[in-house]
């Protein structure tokens, strides 16, 4: 089965109605649903949950964190847990790449963590993933 990498970007676009993405994300998600299966870091849950938390509150947060979590028990979502390793290579990729761009840490270790698992493609608003060489759906 095919592996996508989702960014922060994707699922607030899912979890929040009034992001401009909204609608674009849930008929991908929709297009792919049965067919790939998700991998994010927990440096992506970090920002999704404190995200999600200013823009649409503590209770919706929580409901979409367990739905995370049915995801992951179902094996449709992988979380990858972000080890010292990772981050040092990460902070590498920070230093070398980031001369003429501005890519956060966070994108950094999505890029080592995407390398390292062999994923190509990564569903997510942000246009850093496709500078760093990757295929960005939608």
């Known amino acids: 089965m095919r592996q996508m990498f989702v960014d922060t970007s994707a699922w607030d676009a899912l979890a929040d109605g009034g992001d401009p993405n909204h609608e674009t994300a849930s008929l991908f998600r929709d297009e792919i649903a049965g067919h790939c299966r998700l ?3 927990n440096y992506i849950l970090d920002e999704l949950y404190t995200l999600l938390l200013m823009n649409v509150g503590y209770q919706r947060t929580v ?3 367990r739905q995370l979590d049915a995801l992951v ?3 449709v979502l992988e979380a990858v847990w972000v080890s010292e390793n990772v981050a040092a290579e ?3 990729v920070f230093e070398r ?3 003429d ?4 840490f966070t994108d950094c270790v999505s ?3 995407m390398k390292q698992h062999g994923i190509a493609e990564a569903f997510a608003f942000d246009h ?3 500078q760093m060489g990757f295929l960005r759906h939608p």
């Open 90 to 92: 990460a902070w590498e």
């Open 63 to 65: 409901a979409f964190k």
């Open 97 to 99: 790449f980031n001369v």
């Open 73 to 75: 028990q179902e094996s």
């Open 101 to 104: 761009k501005q890519w956060s």
């Open 39 to 41: 991998v994010v870091t």
């Open 111 to 113: 890029y080592v963590v």
């Open 128 to 130: 850093h993933f496709e």
